[in-house]
């Protein structure tokens, strides 16, 4: 394990810089600041008074860095009703991240709020020189996070699902991918972030078609940094905050609660 220097543990406090409503659930802050960080790692974003919760850095330019929430809970939604010159605290970056080589052809599949450490990684991809078709997953087309961002980076083909068929696709973005691939495209790499039972079907395909992929694993993040232990997962005993979140599909697929379930902050279990 890499260790975390000691001002990535501590919290810094900050003011917004800006807020963007993104749909009427989700949010993005730029705060600025810059951690250094890398495509799929989190930082732990702290309300004085309320809670501190796991976010994924949806950009970190070397200026700003930016996250997108869905407001689910408590805690989300009272971050959304933050203004421009709130104070909030972060400690990060923690986690393992996506990487590539250059000019690789990446497939890059987004699921909910996963659309936005996908577009921290394929911007710095594209950067790279690498090729990118990126499949965005929601529920309807009022709930596609990122779209017309991915759209401007070069060398990058969109392609939309929705659930309801509202644009693109109907139906699941997995189904898109498996359509690239029996199509005959050939990716150097799969990078998905979203529900877990997406990324179980991603891990499906790559496996089946031999592919590296990358997945974005999610649990219950106290510390952030290896010490608690609350992310540990079942039988590996990996800590997802330190060993992932970015974990190879070959790894997710030796947890036996991937896509099964997932503990809470006491350790009950939760079926996805
Ligand atoms: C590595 C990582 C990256 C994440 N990135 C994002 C992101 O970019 N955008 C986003 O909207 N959400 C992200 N989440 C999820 C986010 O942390 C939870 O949705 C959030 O904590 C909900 O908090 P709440 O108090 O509003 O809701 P609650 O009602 O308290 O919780 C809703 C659900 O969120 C989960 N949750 C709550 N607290 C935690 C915690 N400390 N650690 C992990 N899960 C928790 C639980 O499964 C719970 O059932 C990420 C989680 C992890 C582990
Ligand atoms: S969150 Fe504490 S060990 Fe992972």
């Not at 949010?27 to 994924?56: A, K, V, Y």
């Not at 779209?147 to 109907?170: C, M, N, W, Y």
């Not at 790559?206 to 997962?233: D, Q």
Request: proline letters at 5%.
């Amino acid at each position: 394990m890499k260790s975390i220097p000691l001002q990535s543990r501590l919290p810094r406090t900050l003011r917004i810089a800006q807020v963007r409503k993104e749909t009427d659930m989700v949010t993005t802050f730029m705060l600025p600041i810059s951690l250094g960080s890398l495509p799929g790692q989190f930082l732990m974003l702290w309300l004085p008074g309320r809670d501190e919760i796991p976010m994924s850095i949806a950009l970190d330019d070397g200026e700003n860095l930016q996250v997108t929430f869905f407001a689910v809970g408590d805690m989300t939604q009272a971050l959304a009703k933050l203004k421009a010159g709130d104070l909030v605290g972060i400690r990060g970056p923690f986690g393992t991240s996506y990487a590539w080589e250059k000019k690789q052809h990446l497939a890059l599949v987004a699921g909910g709020y996963g659309a936005a450490p996908m577009f921290f990684a394929a911007s710095k991809a594209a950067q790279d020189g690498c090729t990118l078709d990126v499949i965005i997953g929601a529920r309807s087309r009022e709930h596609l996070l990122y779209q017309q961002s991915f759209a401007s980076l070069p060398r990058t083909t969109v392609h939309i699902a929705t659930d309801d068929g509202s644009e693109g696709h109907k139906g699941y973005n997995v189904t898109v991918l498996a359509e690239l691939l029996s199509s005959g495209v050939k990716f150097d790499q799969i990078f998905a972030c979203g529900p877990e039972r997406m990324l179980v079907a991603v891990s499906d395909l790559a496996a089946k078609e031999g592919t590296k992929c990358l997945l974005s694993l999610e649990r219950y993040m106290k510390c952030g940094y290896g010490l608690c232990g609350n992310c540990t997962v079942d039988p590996l005993g990996i800590r997802l905050c330190t060993e992932g979140p970015v974990v190879e599909g070959s790894l997710a697929r030796q947890i036996a609660e991937f896509g099964k379930y997932h503990r809470d902050e006491l350790g009950r279990k939760h079926p996805f």
